[in-house]
């Protein structure tokens, strides 16, 4: 394929993956329609997604790629906890408050919680430019915060606080991976840590949900919203980011990837009927020029 082509295919995937993981909010609102639990929600989306993750897995070492280190096994699986497990499961416990724009708005920030984890684990210099950067995606998320409290029902607080412990684990899981997936691999850490979240959170299920067949009585719409959860919204976004980033690299990504909260308020507002206002658009063109700012500055971490 020409190199041209090769690009634009990239760049087309890393959109379509950035729009489809961005609707994972509306589709756990949808199903939150339905009387459904955050636990119960989040089981069935891994138990819908595991068999996918394992034919992942399957595909990244077909072939043949040497075994992995008792180090980095031990890597994967505590990174697969902190990611894809806790990360997920405070994220569902914030939509049970919030709106899904809001949501993904808070959590497009995690690269300022990178900058800053990286300033305090590694001592890397934070830099006037990186201040700046910081404070216009924190204004951002300040207008949409308060913006939602005045006009939203529910405990915006609590859900916003629960959305920005996602995303500060979620930068916490970023970090740690930077430096797995060069031995590794992309697409075969991806599936481990995977793998890892799912028996996790069917483990948490079993321990916190006095009535274990409770999910098997759902409705039928919160199996379907599940399984698409699963498909479009987990596991097609981690081969499209993979390739897309492999084809166009990580910096060109991070910019088309900031279509990702911007089709979350119109998703939103689609299917969920979550106004689009004046404030809502500023408070997202603040966060996107701050966190577009650091990523394409490429800070390491």
């Given at each position: 394929?020409?190199?041209?082509?090769?690009?634009?295919s990239?760049?087309?995937?890393?959109?379509?993956?950035?729009?489809a993981?961005s609707?994972?909010?509306?589709i756990?609102?949808?199903?939150?329609?339905?009387?459904?639990?955050?636990?119960?929600?989040?089981?069935?989306?891994?138990?819908?997604?595991?068999p996918?993750?394992?034919?992942?897995?399957w595909?990244?070492?077909?072939a043949?790629?040497?075994t992995?280190?008792?180090?980095?096994?031990?890597?994967?699986?505590?990174?697969?906890?902190?990611?894809?497990?806790?990360?997920?499961?405070?994220?569902?416990?914030?939509?049970?408050?919030?709106?899904?724009?809001l949501e993904?708005?808070?959590?497009?920030?995690?690269?300022?919680?990178?900058?800053?984890?990286?300033?305090?684990?590694?001592?890397?210099?934070?830099?006037?430019?990186?201040?700046?950067?910081v404070?216009?995606?924190?204004?951002?998320?300040?207008?949409?915060?308060?913006?939602?409290?005045?006009?939203q029902?529910?405990?915006?607080?609590?859900?916003?606080?629960?959305?920005?412990?996602?995303?500060?684990f979620?930068?916490?899981?970023?970090?740690?991976?930077?430096?797995?997936?060069?031995?590794?691999?992309?697409?075969?850490?991806a599936?481990?840590?995977?793998?890892?979240?799912?028996?996790?959170?069917?483990?948490?299920?079993?321990?916190?949900?006095?009535?274990a067949?409770?999910?098997?009585?759902?409705?039928?719409?919160?199996?379907?919203?599940?399984?698409?959860?699963?498909?479009?919204?987990?596991?097609l976004?981690?081969?499209?980011?993979s390739e897309g980033?492999?084809?166009?690299g990580?910096?060109?990504?991070?910019?088309?990837?900031?279509?990702?909260?911007?089709?979350?308020?119109?998703?939103?507002?689609?299917?969920?009927?979550?106004?689009?206002?004046?404030?809502?658009?500023?408070?997202?063109?603040?966060?996107?020029?701050?966190?577009?700012?650091?990523?394409?500055?490429?800070?390491?971490?």
């Amino acid at each position: 394929m020409p190199e041209r082509q090769q690009r634009i295919s990239g760049a087309l995937m890393v959109v379509v993956a950035a729009i489809a993981f961005s609707g994972k909010a509306v589709i756990i609102k949808l199903a939150y329609r339905h009387g459904v639990d955050a636990v119960t929600l989040l089981t069935l989306r891994m138990i819908c997604a595991a068999p996918l993750f394992a034919i992942l897995a399957w595909w990244a070492v077909r072939a043949g790629v040497p075994t992995l280190s008792g180090q980095d096994l031990r890597g994967v699986l505590a990174l697969g906890l902190v990611g894809y497990y806790l990360a997920s499961y405070f994220d569902f416990l914030g939509l049970l408050h919030i709106t899904a724009a809001l949501e993904r708005l808070i959590l497009f920030i995690h690269p300022t919680f990178v900058l800053i984890l990286s300033a305090v684990l590694f001592r890397r210099p934070i830099t006037s430019h990186d201040v700046v950067a910081v404070l216009l995606s924190y204004l951002g998320i300040g207008l949409v915060f308060g913006h939602d409290v005045m006009t939203q029902p529910g405990n915006v607080a609590l859900g916003s606080f629960w959305v920005l412990l996602s995303a500060l684990f979620y930068a916490t899981y970023l970090i740690g991976s930077g430096r797995l997936v060069g031995r590794v691999g992309s697409l075969r850490f991806a599936s481990y840590a995977g793998l890892i979240s799912c028996a996790a959170v069917i483990l948490h299920y079993l321990v916190v949900t006095p009535d274990a067949a409770l999910i098997a009585r759902q409705p039928a719409a919160v199996y379907w919203l599940a399984l698409l959860m699963a498909v479009v919204s987990t596991v097609l976004p981690i081969v499209l980011t993979s390739e897309g980033i492999r084809r166009i690299g990580a910096s060109h990504a991070s910019i088309m990837g900031s279509v990702g909260p911007i089709a979350t308020i119109f998703l939103g507002f689609a299917f969920l009927g979550e106004p689009i206002t004046a404030i809502q658009l500023a408070g997202c063109g603040l966060v996107l020029a701050g966190v577009l700012s650091i990523s394409i500055k490429g800070r390491p971490g």
